[in-house]
Nanobody, 115 residues
């Protein structure tokens, strides 16, 4: 299993970023996909998740600002992040859970929100 996250970077407060996660083997191997984040000195937290049936779940802190989506044809998961705040700065990780409830983690991508 490979989960390759990309799209992080430096952005000003109020700006947007789109994270992508390339999934292999097929994204259909997984019952759910998600994005977690971890800021320095803080616990890792779930940001958003999406099931194979396109049911989504968001952390309260990102509701209305972030959108998770998936493209089965491209074997990819995305996290559109709008109205970014300095407190959104963290390393973001793409995750996958298979049908046997085994979790997989990709390498992280750094998101820094700063003026």
């Amino acid at each position: 299993v490979q989960l390759q996250a990309s799209g992080g970077g430096l952005v000003q407060p109020g700006g947007s970023l789109r994270l992508s996660c390339a999934v292999s083997p097929s994204i259909r191997s997984f019952s759910a996909m998600g994005w977690y984040r971890q800021a320095p000195g803080k616990l890792r937290e779930l940001v958003a998740s999406i099931t194979s049936g396109d049911n989504t779940n968001y952390a309260d802190s990102v509701k209305g600002r972030f959108t998770i989506s998936r493209d089965n044809a491209k074997n990819a998961v995305y996290l559109q992040m709008n109205s970014l705040k300095p407190e959104d700065s963290a390393i973001y990780y793409c995750t996958a859970r298979n049908w046997y409830r085994t979790d997989y983690w990709g390498q992280g991508t750094q998101v820094t929100v700063s003026s």
